[in-house]
C-alpha cells in the first residue's frame, strides 16, 4: 500500500467515524447487520458473541 492509498484509506475512516457520531439506533443496528457483526434484532452474531459481554459493561 502507497503512502498515497493509506492517506485515502485514513480519509474514508475519519469521515465514517464523523458518520457515526450522529446515527440513530436503527441505523447503527443497520449498518452492524450488513458488516454481519449483528442480526436485524440488534443480537451479535456467533463469531461476535464476545464482544455482547464488553457491551453489558459499559
Given at each position: 500500500m502507497s503512502d498515497k492509498d493509506f492517506a485515502?484509506?485514513?480519509e474514508i475512516a475519519k469521515e465514517r467515524?464523523?458518520?457515526v457520531k450522529t446515527m440513530?439506533?436503527?441505523e447503527a443496528i443497520v449498518t452492524l447487520?450488513?458488516?454481519g457483526i449483528l442480526?436485524?434484532?440488534g443480537e451479535y452474531t456467533r463469531h461476535y458473541k464476545?464482544?455482547?459481554a464488553y457491551s453489558k459493561r459499559r
Open positions: 485515502k484509506l485514513m467515524i464523523e458518520a440513530t439506533k436503527k447487520n450488513s458488516a442480526t436485524k434484532k464476545e464482544l455482547k
